[in-house]
């Protein structure tokens, strides 16, 4: 009589990237409250948030620290309920740390260490950063080198990590981002190797919203982040019959983070027209399952 086969598990453990429920929280369908009891009912143990849904919410006490205070209670006592594990904040709009001017910068620096500390309250192991400003090469690599080491050092007094996604412009060419990296030589400053966002140039110099004219090979883009990645984020736009993703090679991806010798999170971030969000996400999450399966 054969041995039944042992149920393996996937080479990693899925997240939930908040991002892909924006809709329905900017619709105000989903209170941003209830991240933590969406993500468990769709099965992830892992939830990465993003600051800017949070918005309305921290301008409702007129003083910022309770505001802030307030949210971060409710948000840990949900997680808790849900046994769920916080991990990241995806952190925008609190100004560019690479941009040229070094007062500016600064400021970028004080403004992201809010974050800082609502991620180690919640017990997240990191803040995801942008790395926008300038958009010249040599001065980008100086800039960003200030702004992520002078983070990092905060970061690292609250036992954070600062993470860099791959976002679009220059922090989308992921050999300059690596050699960014190298020059910060931080143990707590990383990247979060994101599937999709590749994008270098886009029409009328736009930063979103318009067509992308320049594009860096996403597949060598993953695998050039991947020796300094604290995260991984799996996004998808749609899908075809079978349940594949239309825009990229899910099989070669996870390849590429399984060489790579991670075993972390993957973050799952539908950002697709065709599927509702719980559906996108849905389809997402069980691509990633199937696919784990045949690698191990």
């Not at 309305?56 to 910022?64: C, S």
């Not at 500390?117 to 100086?142: E, M, Y």
């Not at 799952?268 to 199937?290: F, K, P, S």
């Given at each position: 009589m054969e041995a039944p086969q042992k149920e393996t598990k996937p080479f990693f453990k899925l997240s939930l990237a908040q991002w892909s429920l924006h809709k329905?929280?900017?619709?105000?369908?989903?209170?941003?409250?209830?991240?933590?009891?969406?993500?468990?009912?769709l099965g992830f143990e892992g939830l990465e948030y993003v600051s800017q849904l949070y918005n309305d919410e921290l301008k409702k006490n007129p003083d910022p620290q309770k505001a802030m205070q307030q949210?971060?209670?409710?948000?840990?006592?949900?997680?808790?309920?849900?046994?769920?594990?916080?991990?990241?904040?995806?952190?925008?709009?609190?100004?560019?740390?690479?941009?040229?001017?070094?007062?500016?910068?600064?400021?970028?620096?004080?403004?992201?260490?809010?974050?800082?500390?609502?991620?180690?309250?919640?017990?997240?192991?990191?803040?995801?950063?942008?790395?926008?400003?300038?958009?010249?090469?040599?001065?980008?690599?100086?800039?960003?080198?200030?702004?992520?080491?002078?983070?990092?050092?905060?970061?690292?007094?609250?036992?954070?990590?600062?993470?860099?996604?791959?976002?679009?412009?220059?922090s989308s060419n992921a050999k300059l981002l690596a050699e960014v990296m190298k020059n910060v030589n931080k143990p707590n400053c990383g990247t979060l190797p994101d599937f999709g966002n590749f994008c270098l140039e886009r029409e009328g110099e736009k930063r979103w919203g318009a067509k992308c004219v320049k594009e860096y090979d996403k597949y060598l883009g993953v695998e050039e982040m991947m020796p300094y990645a604290k995260a991984v984020s799996a996004k998808s736009y749609d899908f075809d019959s079978e349940g594949n993703e239309t825009k990229i090679d899910y099989k070669k991806m996870l390849e590429i983070v399984k060489e790579s010798g991670y075993t972390g999170f993957i973050g799952v971030e539908y950002e697709g027209e065709q599927l509702g969000e719980i559906e996108g996400i849905a389809a997402t999450r069980d691509l990633l399952i199937r696919i784990a399966k045949q690698l191990n």
């Amino acid at each position: 009589m054969e041995a039944p086969q042992k149920e393996t598990k996937p080479f990693f453990k899925l997240s939930l990237a908040q991002w892909s429920l924006h809709k329905a929280i900017h619709s105000g369908e989903m209170d941003p409250k209830d991240f933590a009891a969406k993500a468990k009912e769709l099965g992830f143990e892992g939830l990465e948030y993003v600051s800017q849904l949070y918005n309305d919410e921290l301008k409702k006490n007129p003083d910022p620290q309770k505001a802030m205070q307030q949210l971060l209670e409710t948000l840990k006592s949900k997680s808790e309920e849900y046994t769920i594990q916080n991990l990241i904040i995806m952190v925008d709009g609190e100004g560019d740390l690479a941009v040229i001017d070094e007062k500016e910068r600064d400021q970028a620096v004080e403004n992201h260490k809010k974050w800082v500390d609502a991620a180690q309250f919640l017990g997240c192991h990191s803040i995801r950063v942008n790395l926008f400003g300038t958009n010249d090469p040599n001065q980008w690599l100086k800039v960003a080198t200030d702004g992520l080491s002078k983070l990092s050092d905060y970061a690292a007094t609250k036992n954070i990590n600062v993470i860099v996604e791959n976002h679009g412009y220059l922090s989308s060419n992921a050999k300059l981002l690596a050699e960014v990296m190298k020059n910060v030589n931080k143990p707590n400053c990383g990247t979060l190797p994101d599937f999709g966002n590749f994008c270098l140039e886009r029409e009328g110099e736009k930063r979103w919203g318009a067509k992308c004219v320049k594009e860096y090979d996403k597949y060598l883009g993953v695998e050039e982040m991947m020796p300094y990645a604290k995260a991984v984020s799996a996004k998808s736009y749609d899908f075809d019959s079978e349940g594949n993703e239309t825009k990229i090679d899910y099989k070669k991806m996870l390849e590429i983070v399984k060489e790579s010798g991670y075993t972390g999170f993957i973050g799952v971030e539908y950002e697709g027209e065709q599927l509702g969000e719980i559906e996108g996400i849905a389809a997402t999450r069980d691509l990633l399952i199937r696919i784990a399966k045949q690698l191990n």
